[in-house]
């Protein structure tokens, strides 16, 4: 009986370590506000895209620019000016996909130029009816973005200020009519031990 003991509690004690070392994979909701680090992550994305969408719907400036109908609107890509690599594509196509579900502007995808001029450049050499290069229609606004970042670390803090800016510009009069701001901040202080 004892020697059993002897191979069995280590067996047990082993079992329960590798359990623990154990990796797993679950499903989370990908609008939960849980911050993981202080990276910049989907929560931030979807937070960041919804409110500053939210914000140009609802501007007064929107009634004036769409009074003849929904106007032609460019979404440039977000610029990252921050020290991480961000996935700025994923939130100018959040933007962009939450503009067009409001039917509040027409859209030109500037993404898709390459593809768009090879479309073109087949048509003309194979196509029966092709579309001329240059027929289409002409942006008026355009909407950009800057993603920036500051951090500070003092000690066991670290400190990580986000801010997104957003600006609508008419193309005609080259007048900046529409801005705003989001700003996120975290603050991640380690353990004192394991940290």
Not at 105 to 125: G, P, V
Not at 142 to 150: F, G, V
Not at 165 to 194: F, H, P, Q, Y
């Amino acid at each position: 009986m004892k020697r059993m003991w002897n191979w069995l509690a280590p067996a047990a004690v082993l079992a329960m370590l590798a359990a623990g070392c154990t990796t797993t994979v679950e499903y989370g909701d990908p609008t939960s506000g849980k911050a993981v680090d202080t990276g910049f992550g989907s929560a931030d994305l979807q937070k960041i895209a919804a409110k500053m969408v939210d914000s140009l719907l609802a501007d007064e400036i929107l009634a004036e620019i769409s009074s003849a109908g929904p106007p032609l609107l460019i979404v440039d890509k977000v610029k990252n000016k921050t020290m991480q690599h961000i996935d700025t594509e994923s939130i100018t196509d959040s933007i962009r996909t939450r503009l067009i579900k409001s039917r509040m502007f027409s859209f030109q995808d500037r993404t898709t130029e390459a593809a768009l001029q090879e479309e073109l450049a087949y048509q003309q050499a194979a196509a029966k009816d092709p579309i001329a290069a240059g027929q289409q229609d002409a942006p008026r606004y355009m909407l950009t973005a800057n993603l920036s970042e500051i951090e500070q670390r003092e000690g066991r803090i670290k400190d990580v200020y986000y801010k997104f800016t957003m600006n609508l510009r008419d193309l005609k009069s080259g007048r900046l009519i529409w801005a705003e701001e989001e700003e996120i901040r975290k603050i991640k202080t380690k353990a004192v031990i394991g940290g």
